[in-house]
C-alpha cells in the first residue's frame, strides 16, 4: 500500500497566456493518491484511487475544477513469460464543467455578432476531443447560457498482453476501449464527436 499527496501552486490554462503561449499564471492545487498490489502465485491485483481540486482552474473557467478516480488491475501469468491483463479505469470530472491538474481551458471565444470588441463576446467551453475531457457541444451551450456546467465522466476498459523475450524485454499489446456519458471523443474519419473510442497499441519494453 502506497499515500502520496501533493499541495502547491500549478500551471492554470484558465489564467493570463504570454506572448510565447506559455501561462503566465499559477494557482493552488491539492492531490491525494493511495495504491497497493497484491501478487499471488500466477496472480497480480493492483488498484488506485485519487481526488484533486485545483483552484479557479475548471472548464467553466471561473470555479474549481475537482475530480477522483479508480482505477483496477488484474494480471495473469499464463506461462512464465506470458502475462494477460484486464485494466478498468473511471473518473468522475463533471463539477463545473470538469478540468483535471494543469489539464483545462479547452473552448473558444464566441463573437456572434462578428465585430471585435463589441462586448457580446463570450466564452464558451468545449472538450478535448482526444483524451475525451470537457464539455459536449450541448452541455457548453447550457453551460455559457447561464445554466449548469456539466464535464463528461469518462472510463476505460483495457485488454493487455505481456510477453517476455528475454530478462530484459517485453513486448506488450493493448486493446483500450474509451467511453464517456457526454459526446467528447472526436472521430477525425466522420467529422464528428461520440461518446466511445478504441484504441490498440503496442510496444517493445527494453530494461537495463
Do not use: H
Not at 156 to 180: C, H, I, M, Q, T
Request: overall charge negative.
Amino acid at each position: 500500500m502506497g499515500f502520496a499527496g501533493l499541495v502547491g501552486k500549478a500551471d492554470n490554462w484558465n489564467k493570463t497566456i504570454d506572448d510565447d503561449g506559455e501561462v503566465a499564471d499559477k494557482s493552488t492545487a491539492v492531490l491525494f493518491e493511495m495504491d497497493g498490489y497484491y501478487n499471488r502465485g500466477n496472480w497480480t491485483l493492483g488498484g488506485q484511487l485519487s481526488y484533486g481540486t485545483q483552484k479557479d482552474a475548471a472548464n467553466d473557467s471561473v470555479s474549481d475544477a475537482k475530480w477522483a478516480g479508480a482505477s483496477t488491475t488484474v494480471g495473469y501469468f499464463v506461462t512464465p513469460r506470458l502475462q494477460f491483463l484486464v485494466r478498468g479505469d473511471y473518473i468522475n470530472n463533471e463539477k463545473n464543467g470538469g478540468g483535471l491538474f494543469t489539464y483545462t481551458g479547452y473552448g473558444e471565444e464566441v463573437d456572434p455578432d462578428g465585430t471585435p470588441d463589441s462586448g457580446d463576446e463570450y466564452w464558451l467551453p468545449g472538450a478535448d476531443g482526444i483524451n475525451g475531457i470537457g464539455m459536449d457541444a450541448a452541455a457548453a451551450e447550457k453551460c455559457a447560457a447561464g445554466g449548469e456546467c456539466k464535464g463528461a465522466n469518462r472510463y476505460a476498459v483495457s485488454l493487455g498482453l505481456k510477453y517476455a523475450l528475454n530478462p530484459n524485454a517485453w513486448l506488450k499489446f493493448e486493446y483500450r476501449y474509451d467511453g464517456a456519458n457526454q459526446d467528447v471523443f472526436y472521430d477525425v474519419k466522420n467529422d464528428e464527436y461520440k461518446k466511445n473510442n478504441n484504441l490498440v497499441g503496442a510496444a517493445l519494453v527494453v530494461f537495463f
